[in-house]
């Protein structure tokens, strides 16, 4: 009896044990109780613009991880390249002005004779007397700008922000003074006797130009006896004044559009408050290897990126400069080919409280000096521009074809008015055989029409008896003008004057 029941209890636990592995071996299905919803996640695969990207229930496989990565990365240095324009603009300005001997504070470049095509400078003008500097204020502390009267002027930062006016749409009111530029943080004492100017960054861009009404040499000369530039340290015995003439000689103060952009912007903050573009800015360059106190060494993959970023950056701004989408930028609408520099006049590049992208880079990848003096139209005061860019048609200008433009009678302008010629390539004044690739109301031989109007010609050669009214092109490349208006009137403003469509002649 003993040994048929432990037989018994053998054969039932073994039957238990079976049917336990019997179950591990088959659990049952499990049913889900909600139904997860097909936008929270991603399917084995989905094809995009960077390829077909494939998942095992949600995750990436190691070619889509790679692929998404790069991605990543070239869209945040695409968008560092193009959010970095302003302030890369204003670190090849110092750049070039250095190049010319201009690499302190009491070194100034001036353009005795005016600037002709050879200075590489975004929009220059042949009809101002330029004088310009730049200030270190973590060499030197904080520095003084004594001003003389009959002068124009503005400072920028180092981001391109405008910090203050000088001249006529300053504190000084055109009767000139002393300026104190004091560095970022600065906490020490500040004397009387000056217009105080606080700065965000270290470097500041010192913009001036002076007034031509008593003649060229009257102006520079003005500006050579009266500028100084020193060290508040220094005020008992500042450095001698160097001015530097810049008129006819070759400098490059445009911002480059290859890999080396990034190798200049890493440069630029080294030297700058480590906040001086906000966390967002920081972040953005620290996720490409852009770090302040670290070197910028990307490895082979890291600057193929950069470089493919940096052409996309540049085809970008080029789209926006000369094909605009912004409404702000029209001066008369779509179907006219001319623009304003400052998008809606807006010198901030604001736009609903929020920064306008695209108006913003428009302007600094062609233009410099930021000011609200420059966007405020008073009537026979100051200046205002207008900028074309296309033909009638809305089609690139051909320097290897004849075109037209006719202002009509009567420009309303208290001064005078001028128009310019730019390269597409630098946005800086064409280099042809005019030194000076400029026409209107100030140049001789420039023919007027009975009626008053007049027609400026563009092509390669001068068309018979249009000596006087020709502005020189070159086959193979594009162009486009600026038409300066100085002392704009009424009709201007209201735009019950407005100059011609450039017309394709053949």
């Known amino acids: 009896m003993k040994a048929k029941r432990i037989i018994?209890?053998?054969?039932?636990?073994?039957?238990?044990?079976?049917?336990?592995?019997?179950?591990?071996?088959?659990?049952?299905?499990?049913?889900?109780?909600?139904?997860?919803?097909?936008?929270?996640?991603?399917?084995?695969?989905?094809?995009?613009?960077?390829?077909?990207?494939?998942?095992?229930?949600?995750?990436?496989?190691?070619?889509?991880?790679?692929?998404?990565?790069?991605?990543?990365?070239?869209?945040?240095?695409?968008?560092?390249?193009?959010?970095?324009?302003?302030?890369?603009?204003?670190?090849?300005?110092?750049?070039?002005?250095?190049?010319?001997?201009?690499?302190?504070?009491n070194k100034i470049a001036i353009w005795d004779t005016l600037m002709d095509s050879t200075t590489v400078l975004l929009t220059g003008n042949t009809s101002t007397m330029y004088a310009v500097g730049f200030l270190d204020l973590e060499k030197d502390g904080p520095t003084v700008i004594d001003l003389?009267?009959?002068?124009?002027?503005?400072?920028?930062?180092?981001?391109?922000?405008?910090?203050?006016?000088?001249?006529?749409?300053?504190?000084?009111?055109?009767?000139?003074?002393k300026f104190l530029i004091l560095?970022?943080?600065?906490?020490?004492?500040?004397?009387?006797?000056?217009?105080?100017?606080?700065?965000?960054?270290?470097?500041?861009?010192?913009?001036?130009?002076?007034?031509?009404?008593?003649?060229?040499?009257?102006?520079?000369?003005?500006?050579?006896?009266?500028?100084?530039?020193?060290?508040?340290?220094?005020?008992?015995?500042?450095?001698?004044?160097?001015?530097?003439?810049?008129?006819?000689?070759?400098?490059?103060?445009?911002?480059?559009?290859?890999?080396?952009?990034?190798?200049?912007?890493?440069?630029?903050?080294?030297?700058?408050?480590?906040?001086?573009?906000?966390?967002?800015?920081?972040?953005?360059?620290?996720?490409?290897?852009?770090?302040?106190?670290?070197?910028?060494?990307?490895?082979?993959?890291?600057?193929?990126i950069l470089t493919d970023a940096a052409a996309i950056g540049n085809a970008s701004a080029r789209a926006i400069s000369y094909f605009p989408r912004e409404p702000g930028n029209f001066i008369y609408g779509k179907n006219s080919a001319w623009i304003m520099a400052y998008a809606n006049k807006d010198t901030a590049f604001k736009k609903n409280g929020a920064y306008n992208l695209d108006a913003r880079i428009l302007f600094h990848f062609g233009y410099i000096v930021v000011s609200p003096a420059m966007a405020v139209t008073v009537p026979g005061k100051g200046s205002d521009y207008g900028l074309a860019m296309l033909d009638s048609k809305q089609r690139p200008l051909d320097g290897s074809r004849t075109y037209k433009l006719h202002i009509p009678p009567n420009p309303p302008v208290k001064d005078f008015w001028a128009v310019t010629m730019y390269d597409t390539q630098t946005r800086s004044q064409l280099q042809t055989d005019q030194q000076f690739p400029t026409l209107g109301s100030q140049t001789k031989g420039f023919k007027k029409n009975t009626d008053g109007s007049y027609d400026i010609y563009f092509a390669p050669k001068a068309p018979k008896g249009q000596e006087g009214n020709w502005l020189q092109t070159i086959p193979g490349k594009s162009w486009w003008i600026g038409l300066r208006m100085y002392g704009p009137l009424q009709p201007w403003i209201d735009q019950t004057w407005r100059p011609g469509e450039i017309e394709l002649v053949k």
């Not at 124009?152 to 504190?171: K, R």
């Not at 130009?209 to 003649?215: A, H, N, P």
């Not at 906000?278 to 060494?297: R, T, V």
């Open 183 to 304: 560095p970022p943080g600065y906490k020490g004492k500040v004397p009387d006797g000056y217009f105080v100017v606080p700065s965000k960054t270290n470097g500041v861009w010192v913009f001036t130009r002076g007034y031509l009404d008593k003649g060229i040499k009257a102006a520079s000369d003005n500006i050579r006896n009266n500028l100084k530039v020193y060290p508040l340290a220094k005020a008992a015995n500042p450095p001698k004044m160097a001015f530097i003439n810049v008129s006819g000689k070759k400098m490059n103060t445009v911002l480059p559009n290859d890999y080396s952009f990034f190798e200049k912007l890493h440069d630029l903050i080294q030297g700058e408050p480590d906040d001086y573009l906000g966390p967002e800015a920081k972040g953005m360059m620290a996720a490409i290897g852009i770090e302040k106190g670290k070197p910028f060494n990307p490895d082979a993959r890291m600057k193929k």
């Open 8 to 105: 018994a209890v053998i054969v039932t636990a073994a039957m238990g044990i079976s049917t336990v592995t019997a179950a591990l071996a088959a659990p049952p299905k499990m049913k889900m109780t909600t139904e997860i919803p097909a936008q929270i996640t991603a399917p084995e695969n989905v094809k995009t613009s960077i390829g077909e990207l494939k998942f095992f229930d949600g995750v990436p496989t190691k070619k889509t991880v790679d692929t998404v990565y790069d991605y990543i990365d070239r869209a945040r240095a695409v968008q560092v390249f193009l959010n970095s324009i302003p302030a890369l603009s204003m670190y090849t300005l110092r750049e070039g002005q250095a190049s010319i001997g201009a690499d302190a504070s």
């Open 148 to 177: 003389p009267p009959r002068m124009l002027g503005v400072l920028d930062d180092m981001a391109f922000h405008y910090m203050t006016d000088l001249g006529v749409a300053g504190p000084d009111k055109g009767k000139g003074g």
